[in-house]
């Protein structure tokens, strides 16, 4: 595993470890997920568009 691996792996631990501690991981309605879905796609198609430009430069 390269030291980026690594380091996503354990962010992605240390998120995982908060959620529970947190209890963020609540019952949501339909509605909510739904919500959920759309903002998680949008915010994932402006991080593509963001490195999109990072490349480029």
Known sequence: MENS???TTDLRQRAEDEVR???RSA???EVD???L???LEVH???L???NKELMQV
């Open 27 to 29: 019952c949501l309605s």
């Open 21 to 23: 501690v947190k209890g």
């Open 48 to 50: 593509e568009l963001q």
């Open 33 to 35: 997920v739904r919500a």
């Open 44 to 46: 994932q198609i402006e």
């Open 5 to 7: 691996e690594i380091a």
């Open 37 to 39: 879905c759309h903002e």
